[in-house]
């Protein structure tokens, strides 16, 4: 299946960015000031309309007949998230949106700024692109601003180290089936500055990288956080 690789400063890069400022308005603005609206239905609804889409998004692939073993799994790091967002979002797990947020925000944000579309770039899945990138941005955001989750201490640490086991996973699901999900056994193709190289040399990018990104999303989050006095109840018991 040939990648779709978005032109920084193109019309459909605009486009991406444009879905990411809309769905954060209406979650981050619009919905909190409904006062007549449960959360927890605008929460599952949330959900269900990204479950769906994936579910149709698949459907579409089986029909057209280009389902692949080796590109259709969702085991890319925004494909994971975004589950994590679902189940987040259907039953308010603390520990699932911990991780959204690490991996989500900075995952979803270079998702935007080089767009590598696996999948191709026909309207469903560019426009179910935008909208699962996005919804992995916006949703922990949500947690963390509206719902005051917060982060706990040392989530760099538990973040980081639980995340090479997700890697290391996918990376032998990758070398048993011939596939390059997480991009352990080839770089992308998308420009990536702390992307350099072949493999395996490529990793130690995505070591600088993450360690570079989870830092600065724990060092900024957990700033935030004291500048609000967002009070992370939900982590007392950690």
């Not at 879905?19 to 959360?39: D, E, H, M, T, Y």
């Not at 420009?191 to 830092?215: D, R, S, W």
């Amino acid at each position: 299946m040939d990648h779709y690789i978005v032109e920084i400063g193109s019309l459909d890069w605009l486009y991406g960015w444009l879905v990411v400022l809309i769905l954060g308005v209406f979650a981050l603005r619009i919905i909190p000031k409904i006062q007549s609206l449960n959360p927890r239905h605008f929460e599952i609804a949330w959900g269900a309309i990204l479950f769906l889409m994936m579910g149709i998004e698949h459907f579409e692939m089986i029909r057209a007949g280009v389902w692949d073993l080796q590109y259709s799994l969702p085991l890319q790091m925004c494909s994971l998230s975004g589950f994590l967002l679902i189940f987040t979002l259907w039953f308010r797990n603390k520990w699932t949106y911990l991780f959204v947020l690490f991996w989500g925000v900075s995952g979803g944000l270079h998702s935007f700024l080089t767009p590598e579309h696996t999948l191709g770039g026909e309207p469903l899945f560019f426009w179910s692109y935008n909208l699962w990138h996005a919804s992995i941005i916006i949703g922990p955001l949500y947690f963390f601003f509206i719902q005051k989750w917060g982060i706990p201490k040392r989530s760099f640490l538990k973040v980081f180290g639980y995340t090479h086991v997700v890697w290391i996973a996918v990376g032998l699901i990758d070398w048993e089936i011939g596939a390059n999900y997480m991009y352990v056994l080839e770089p992308p193709a998308a420009e990536n500055p702390f992307v350099v190289g072949k493999f395996p040399y490529h990793l130690i990018g995505f070591e600088i990288a993450g360690i570079i990104h989870f830092g600065l999303t724990a060092v900024i989050f957990s700033w935030i956080q004291k500048r609000r006095s967002i009070n992370a109840g939900i982590w007392a018991s950690t």
